[in-house]
């Protein structure tokens, strides 16, 4: 268990239907990552907060939103849903700003299928 | 750009020895980390070189050549739990984790 916790762990929708992932960090670590990993795909990350303000952007869609609250928490909200968009999304935290040794923890994934 | 290349899927016997190769071009480095996913999980993390050399961790061993741009993680004593997929990443000069596509790693018994 990495102390990173993700919810829905799974999730069915229609297209364009909106939907939101929440993640709770590691007790401590400041900076929430949020990655979108397509069936047998690599990691693709789409945005960074680091103690509630955006730190880094990936790829990351004009349909998508996301926001770290004060207590830490983070959600990625996604919209206008598409077939594509049907993924793993997982989030994952550290303590830094930045990626210092690599060492980021990431949660079990929350599975989005749209139909 | 920014690019980590690594090949898509390796193939080996339990008990082997297998090394899975990558080779980086960055915008500023900090370290090569590896990760390891199984099927349907979560990324976790195996071991990370700041510096030149080999770290050894187990049955697993991560080398790093900064004047090559190339780095490679060692397995040894294969067991049937490994086979995963290897993700090495590199931390640039913001900070940031650019990942490669990831290693299959098929074992056979």
């Known amino acids: 268990d990495s102390g990173v916790t993700q919810t829905p762990k799974h999730l069915i929708t229609a297209t364009g239907q909106r939907v939101t992932l929440r993640c709770s960090p590691r007790s401590g670590d400041l900076s929430v990552y949020w990655y979108q990993q397509s069936l047998d795909q690599g990691l693709q990350f789409l945005i960074q907060?680091?103690?509630?303000?955006?730190?880094a952007k990936g790829n990351i869609l004009e349909r998508f939103s996301a926001q770290q609250f004060p207590d830490l928490h983070s959600e990625l909200n996604l919209s206008s849903l598409e077939l594509g968009d049907s993924a793993l999304y997982f989030c994952?935290?550290?303590?830094?700003?930045?990626?210092?040794?690599?060492?980021?923890?990431f949660g079990e994934g929350s599975w989005l299928t749209v139909v | 750009g920014q690019s980590l290349e690594q090949p898509s899927e390796v193939t080996a016997v339990e008990g082997a020895i297998v090394q899975i190769n990558c080779t980086y071009q960055t915008s500023g480095f900090y370290g090569l980390s590896w990760y390891q996913q199984h099927d349907g999980g979560a990324p976790t993390f195996l071991s990370y070189?700041?510096l030149d050399g080999l770290e050894e961790t187990g049955r697993f061993s991560s080398f790093l050549s900064r004047s090559d741009s190339y780095g490679y993680l060692l397995l040894q004593e294969l067991q049937m739990k490994d086979s995963a997929s290897y993700f090495c990443?590199?931390?640039?000069?913001?900070?940031?984790?650019?990942w490669g596509a990831g290693t299959k790693l098929i074992i056979k018994p």
């Open positions: 907060y680091y103690n509630g303000e955006e730190r």
């Open positions: 990443a590199v931390t640039d000069s913001n900070y940031q984790l650019i």
């Open positions: 070189n700041a």
């Open positions: 994952a935290s550290s303590v830094a700003q930045g990626a210092n040794r690599n060492t980021i923890y």
